[in-house]
């Protein structure tokens, strides 16, 4: 049974911010790339169609080189821009484009038959989709699953033919100072592409509403609107992560906070979606749980006063430990959860089967031992 409140909301298209350390991180939910694609503006200086610059026109004047061929000279930067062209000629085709009726995002290929991973803030409350492909062709698709904790959905197209499946990395072997890219459909611009570091591993990343990304890659690639559910790729053109959040910096009302940007780590996408793609439904997420359905209590005064059980599963680690329904759980593992976000915040960083100690009010306070189970859809 999932930690998650009976009646929480599907993320629906707005910015939802949470505060992590200074900063808010904010998601970016696909409506927030509905409008138009802006035109982009011309130079002022540039030259009209079939001119030549002054002095460049005559029997003096340079060729262009051929797309995508490396500067002449050769040398180290030449070839390490080569490599960039290589891995992003691989890479684009593998990421798409994902239509909602409330607007859109990206997504990645994960095999030939069609699966398309992406952000379950993508596909929000809707379980049919246009997914457009690098070619720009467009196909009909349908939801195969979603496990919102992760924020991770599958999603199916029909007919495809000749799809290029992504290669997804083992994510454990980033580093700090890795180069990255981040390919997506940010402001509704296909294909696009951002280039970053990694900047760190294992960051804990709050989104609202209860669900906390336990273990994200942050980036300096930066990460628009509309790059949600996309790749972020390294040298060997696999995808290492699926970018997700923004921040926002809280100090400027919320304006972004430059270059700094969280991905699901690859490891968690490979273990999620091959579930969904089976099943439709995660049962191993490697995710502690209470095995309760709970909601954000308040006092009379209308301050938080604990996270409310509104149900238990039958048998599961909340019963087991003789936890009542209806009891305001006040701290966990002798961390305080005043609010069901501080909750998802504790347990994100515990495990299925740790042991911990949990506090919990029913006219009188109480504290009991509970061996966490795992959270599952």
């Known amino acids: 049974m999932s930690d998650l409140p009976s009646s929480l909301p599907r993320r629906r298209a707005r910015a939802v911010p949470a505060l992590v350390t200074s900063l808010a991180l904010v998601v970016l939910l696909a409506s927030a790339c509905s409008p138009s694609s802006p035109a982009p503006s011309r130079r002022s200086d540039s030259a009209p169609a079939g001119s030549h610059p002054p002095g460049a026109a005559g029997a003096g004047a ?4 051929s797309p995508g061929a490396p500067p002449a000279g050769g040398g180290a930067a030449e070839a390490l ?19 909602t009726s409330s607007g859109l995002g990206s997504g990645v290929i994960y095999d030939a ?15 049919d989709f246009q997914v457009r492909l690098y070619t720009g062709q467009s196909l009909s698709a349908s939801l195969v699953g979603a496990y919102p904790p992760d924020d991770l959905a599958v999603v199916r ?63 300096s690639a930066p990460i628009n609107p509309g ?50 793609v089976a099943s439709g439904r995660v049962t191993h997420s490697g995710r502690a749980a209470l095995g309760i359905q709970a909601a954000d209590a308040v006092a009379a005064d209308g301050s938080p006063a604990g996270v409310l059980v509104e149900a ?28 069901l976000s501080d909750l998802a915040d504790v347990l994100a960083g515990l495990a299925p089967g740790q042991r911990v100690s949990v506090t919990y009010l029913d006219g009188s306070t109480h504290t009991v031992t509970v061996t966490l189970g795992e959270l599952t859809s």
């Open 62 to 65: 340079a060729s262009s080189p």
């Open 81 to 99: 821009q080569a490599s960039f062209v290589s891995v992003l000629a691989k890479v684009r085709p593998q990421v798409v484009e994902i239509s």
């Open 113 to 127: 038959a069609g699966d398309i991973v992406t952000n379950d803030h993508v596909v929000g409350t809707s379980r």
């Open 157 to 219: 197209v029909a007919g495809a033919k000749d799809l290029q499946p992504a290669t997804f990395a083992d994510s454990s072997g980033l580093a700090v100072g890795d180069i990255v890219f981040a390919i997506g459909n940010p402001l509704g611009l296909a294909a696009s592409v951002t280039e970053g570091i990694v900047s760190a591993t294992g960051r804990e990343a709050p989104e609202g509403n209860g669900v906390v990304l336990p273990s994200t890659i942050q980036t």
């Open 227 to 276: 790059n949600s559910g996309g790749a972020l790729v390294d040298l060997e053109g696999e995808v290492v992560g699926i970018p997700t959040l923004a921040a926002l910096d809280p100090e400027t009302g919320g304006s972004a906070a430059p270059g700094i940007g969280f991905a699901i780590p690859s490891n968690t996408v490979k273990l999620i979606a091959a579930q969904l």
């Open 312 to 339: 238990e599963a039958p048998g599961g680690p909340a019963a087991k430990a003789g936890i009542p329904t209806g009891a305001d759980v006040t701290a966990v593992g002798g961390t305080q959860t005043p609010t």
